[in-house]
Nanobody, 125 residues
Framework: VQLQASGGGLVQARGSLRLSCVAS????????MGWYRQAPGKQRELVAA???????KYGDSVLGRSTISRDVTKKTLWLDMSNLEIEDTADYFC????????????????????WGQGTLVTVSS
């Protein structure tokens, strides 16, 4: 599956944004989808993941400020973030893990086998 991420840009601190990730084919049977981010000089980290059953997992740094969702009919994954912080500045990548199985708590980066290009989010003070 090919993924196309969009929605990044320049946002003021304490603002909000929505990232979108459109898939090239149905996501109905993609077992897990998610968002990772990578800031300059840092490792890629989990932002959020969601299973085909709707179970979600969030990274500690965005917990309470983010919501991940997916719409099978639109073949789209979203990430809504609010109360943005300077530390949220990063490239955001969406991923798909059609072969993953287990509990959402077990999701790790290597479970994702397809990635979209990054969409850059820059949070200014």
């Amino acid at each position: 599956v090919q993924l196309q991420a969009s929605g990044g840009g320049l946002v003021q601190a304490r603002g909000s944004l929505r990232l979108s990730c459109v898939a090239s084919e149905s996501i109905r049977y993609i077992n897990v989808m998610g968002w990772y981010r990578q800031a300059p000089g840092k490792q890629r980290e989990l932002v959020a993941a969601i299973t085909s059953g709707g179970y979600a997992k969030y990274g500690d740094s965005v917990l309470g400020r983010s919501t991940i969702s997916r719409d099978v009919t639109k073949k789209t994954l979203w990430l809504d973030m609010s109360n943005l912080e300077i530390e949220d500045t990063a490239d955001y990548f969406c991923g798909a893990g059609p072969y993953w199985w287990g509990t959402v708590a077990s999701v790790v980066e290597t479970d994702f086998t397809s990635w979209g290009q990054g969409t850059l989010v820059t949070v200014s003070s």
